[in-house]
């Protein structure tokens, strides 16, 4: 069974702080790495890919891939209350079926 | 805004009802999804179509019929629901289907059944 974990929080940081965000799965020959947003009553909105491992900045979000950790990461630099929503992990397994694998979510409030 | 548009929004119907969600996209992409996504859960792919053709049911009970009529069109046949299949109903869609490359979603299909 191919995994995704995540924290599921809820996580809340204070205005201007740096959110972490982390999430593991469980197969090594995984290929393609999202992080999506969702806010409350919304679809899930993608925010960062990453397919190699270090770092990868966009604006405010980086995400960090360690495949040999199986580990990846979003972080969130100078929080701002509009971040607060359920940010969602997947994973792309490899394979004849290569379909996207979602974690828990982990439900971030950013505190004015 | 996004570039994968579902209709209707909102869908609220009764368990005999016969509707129908439509998802469609412009961006070439030639894989489309279903999703069923429940409250405070991730999204629970149903079906995946790869240049028009079913190639992934995830078991779904067959109340749920999907068709894919052109590779911008994604539709879901809904038929005697029941009150656990309300749900926020996603769309996706991208490039092709074994890729790297990530799926974009429409804003979903907000369904009710009394």
């Known amino acids: 069974q191919k995994e995704v974990e995540q924290n599921s929080g809820p996580l809340s940081v204070p205005e201007g702080a740096i959110a972490s965000l982390n999430c593991t799965y469980s197969?090594?020959?995984?290929?393609?790495f999202f992080w999506y947003r969702q806010y409350s009553g919304k679809s899930p909105e993608l925010i960062m890919s990453i397919y190699s491992n270090g770092d990868k900045e966009d604006g405010r979000f980086t995400a960090q891939l360690n495949k040999a950790s199986q580990y990846v990461s979003l972080l969130i630099r100078d929080s701002q209350p509009s971040d607060s929503a359920t940010y969602l992990c997947?994973?792309?397994?490899?394979?004849?079926?290569?379909?996207?694998?979602f974690g828990s979510g982990t439900q971030l409030t950013v505190l004015p | 805004d996004t570039e994968v548009t579902q209709t209707p929004k909102h869908l609220v119907m009764g368990m005999t009802n016969k509707k129908s969600l439509k998802c469609e996209q412009h961006m070439g992409h030639r894989a489309m999804y279903w999703y069923k996504q429940k409250a405070k859960k991730p999204p629970e792919l149903m079906f995946v179509y790869s240049y028009e053709k079913l190639s992934i049911n995830e078991s779904v009970p067959s109340r749920f019929s999907p068709e894919c009529p052109n590779s911008s069109l994604l539709n879901l046949h809904l038929h005697a629901l029941q009150p656990e299949d309300s749900a926020l109903y996603l769309c996706?869609?991208?490039?092709?289907?074994?890729?790297?490359?990530?799926?974009?979603f429409g804003d979903g299909t907000r369904l009710s059944i009394l």
């Open positions: 197969d090594r020959v995984s290929q393609s």
């Open positions: 997947a994973v792309n397994f490899g394979g004849s079926a290569r379909q996207l694998t």
């Open positions: 996706a869609s991208s490039q092709v289907r074994d890729s790297n490359q990530p799926q974009h």
